[in-house]
């Protein structure tokens, strides 16, 4: 009998750490190699943690909604025969260090400014200016450990820095710490770890990202005959819906092709053009949000767009989205229409170009020829990053996008 340990497995590229959701053994359960023992979450995306041994479950040492970085110990098990297990670990762990030492040993800069939800954490309340940082992880992007030994270590400089900012954010730290007070009645809900992870992205795309942003107006009313036709046997025959938002993405998957300059990620020294055109849609779970990616829109049906938008949003209902569902997003568009918003301001999905919401669809009077006539409008606001795009060029995309959808028909959209 010998006790291994089962530490935080790398979940995903730049993932540093993860949140113990919660524990699928109790000590003293007997699990397989490759079961699964516990619910771990990181940016966004739930994942499960597989068993790395064979055995019975001696400790957990992790609580549920603890943050636990990549390599730091889960729990105990104790395993009947470990030898073959625990060479395989060592090759799988000898494997991820040279891994590692060949990312180390890199020179490219490219992914410097590219901070994860950590090292912002940790550089706000240490007071750390990350320019002056040196990144030890791919392309220069500093880890939450190059962090760790600034902090344990502090240069000269950068001490002589903090000591003009220490009152500035002292004051903020005491606002972070400073106790609301609570009346009779009031119910407090602890922040769970999504919501962190919401919260963190959310600040980290305001605060480096300059937002700009526009909206038109577009007469959908060609789309929405075309799909009310449709949608019936559509169902009948394929088993899901035939949503509006597949001819949104379908468009705008046309404009981005035409105008890739939205299609692009900024990365410090370098603006990133994408050549996959990966749309990132928004998905709402009862209280959560999830942005899962479809990829190569551009290459898809609206039918296979249809199903994508189905299948995702089954596994978000189901809690089945992996990581792997949530990489690779280009661009971002959110159907904030399905709640009856008709003008909204999204914030960019941070290192994305741009993030388009694709408001409700309201029928009203529009002055055609002189005469009023009843029109299925829909505003398009799109927010952009002012480092990367002006407005000739988003308002072109805008123009382009317009154009498609007003002229959509059985002849220029086929569904099949």
Request: contains cysteine; hydrophobic residues 40%.
């Amino acid at each position: 009998m010998t006790l291994e340990k089962i530490t935080m497995p790398q979940l995903g590229e730049s993932v540093t750490e993860g949140t113990v959701s919660s524990w699928l053994v109790q000590v003293g359960d007997h699990v397989e190699k490759y079961d699964p023992i516990a619910e771990v979450m990181t940016d966004k995306v739930n994942a499960e943690v597989p068993s790395s041994f064979t055995g019975t479950i001696k400790e957990l040492v992790a609580d549920e909604e603890q943050v636990i970085a990549v390599g730091e110990l889960m729990c105990f098990i104790e395993v009947e025969d470990n030898n073959e297990a625990v060479v395989a670990d060592e090759s799988v762990q000898q494997q991820v260090n040279d891994e590692m030492k060949v990312k180390e040993e890199s020179t490219d800069t490219s992914m410097k400014k590219r901070y994860s939800p950590a090292v912002m954490r940790l550089a706000q309340e240490n007071d750390i200016d990350l320019t002056s940082v040196k990144g030890s992880g791919q392309g220069g992007r500093i880890t939450r450990k190059d962090l760790e030994r600034t902090i344990a270590n502090p240069p000269s400089k950068i001490e002589a820095t903090v000591e003009k900012k220490v009152e500035q954010n002292s004051h903020i730290r005491n606002e972070e710490q400073q106790t609301v007070e609570t009346a009779i009645g009031d119910k407090e809900i602890p922040v769970t770890g999504i919501r962190k992870a919401i919260a963190n992205n959310m600040v980290r795309s305001t605060t480096e990202i300059p937002h700009a942003w526009m909206m038109i107006e577009v007469d959908v009313t060609n789309l929405v005959k075309y799909r009310d036709a449709e949608k019936t046997n559509f169902k009948e025959s394929e088993g899901y819906n035939l949503s509006y938002f597949a001819f949104f993405l379908n468009a705008v998957a046309k404009a981005l092709k035409k105008y890739p300059e939205l299609n692009s990620s900024w990365a410090g020294n370098k603006i990133i053009q994408h050549k996959a055109i990966n749309l990132s849609i928004a998905v709402a779970h009862e209280k959560e949000l999830f942005v899962p990616v479809i990829k190569n829109v551009d290459e898809k049906s609206i039918k296979g767009i249809a199903k994508e938008i189905d299948s995702l949003a089954r596994k978000a209902r189901n809690g089945n989205l992996t990581q792997r569902d949530m990489e690779g997003g280009t661009f971002t568009v959110n159907n904030t229409g399905s709640f009856g918003s008709v003008q909204s301001m999204g914030v960019i999905n941070y290192p994305q170009a741009a993030i388009l919401q694709v408001e409700s669809i309201v029928k009203r009077p529009i002055i055609i020829d002189d005469m009023f006539a009843a029109r299925d409008m829909v505003n398009l606001c799109l927010s952009l990053d002012h480092r990367i795009l002006d407005g000739v060029i988003s308002g072109k995309f805008m123009s382009h996008v317009k154009e498609i959808l007003e002229n959509i028909s059985v002849d220029t959209t086929p569904i099949y």
